[in-house]
T-cell receptor, first 115, second 116 residues
């Protein structure tokens, strides 16, 4: 079984400050890891994904994440927060790239950005 | 890029009626469709997985007779909430995946269902 842990439910940063959203995973097989962003009453938008290639993954909107197998982590970072980054962020894991492989989500983290 | 169109965006229905939610893959073949339910301030809960032309596989605790899923074509899947009740009010999201996973998991924009 796979699982994802996102510690804390809310992160608040000042505009221009570093954003760090933590994600730890548990998987019995090499994982495929994802970060999604969700704005109110909208679906999920893929920020980035790790699929066993480069461990440092760059995504959209200036976000990146580093896969660290020894720490079973896939933390999301952005050097400088923007007001438009305020949203809900979900880390997710799946096992294989088969069509019916399920995504298992963390509980999500709300990011607030202060002016 | 891959797009999944989900309709309606929001719907209000009376208790006891049925509501159908559609998800269409616009530029790829959705071999597999996942249906999620999301409560306010919570994560996505997988309800069922459907493969085109096959019966859906429901997660434990999800009533298959209440949440009817049809995936008759490679571009269309529907979720019908039958005999809806206020406790079925929620945000429902679909996610589609092609056979080879080339497009990853593509999510619809979600449907806000309110049962009154």
């Amino acid at each position: 079984a796979q699982s994802v842990t996102q510690l804390g439910s809310h992160v608040s940063v000042s505009e221009g400050a570093l954003v760090l959203l933590r994600c730890n995973y548990s998987s019995s097989v090499p994982p495929y890891l994802f970060w999604y962003v969700q704005y109110p009453n909208q679906g999920l938008q893929l920020l980035l994904k790790y699929t066993s290639a480069a461990t440092l993954v760059k995504g959209i909107n200036g976000f990146e994440a580093e896969f660290k197998k020894s720490e079973t982590s896939f933390h999301l970072t952005k050097p400088s927060a923007h007001m438009s980054d305020a949203a809900e962020y979900f880390c997710a894991v799946s096992d294989l790239p088969r069509a019916n492989s399920k995504l298992t989500f963390g509980k999500g983290i709300t990011l607030s950005v202060r002016p | 890029g891959a797009v999944v169109s989900q309709h309606p965006s929001w719907v209000i229905c009376k208790s006891g009626t049925s509501v159908k939610i559609e998800c269409r893959s616009l530029d790829f073949q959705a071999t597999t469709m996942f249906w999620y339910r999301q409560f306010p301030k919570q994560s996505l809960m997988l309800m069922a997985t459907s493969n085109e032309g096959s019966k859906a596989t429901y997660e434990q605790g999800v009533e298959k007779d209440k949440f009817l899923i049809n995936h008759a074509s490679l571009t269309l899947s529907t979720l019908t909430v039958t005999s809806a009740h206020p406790e079925d009010s929620s945000f429902y999201i679909c996610s589609a995946r092609d056979h080879q996973g080339l497009y990853g998991y593509t999510f619809g924009s979600g449907t806000r269902l309110t049962v009154v």
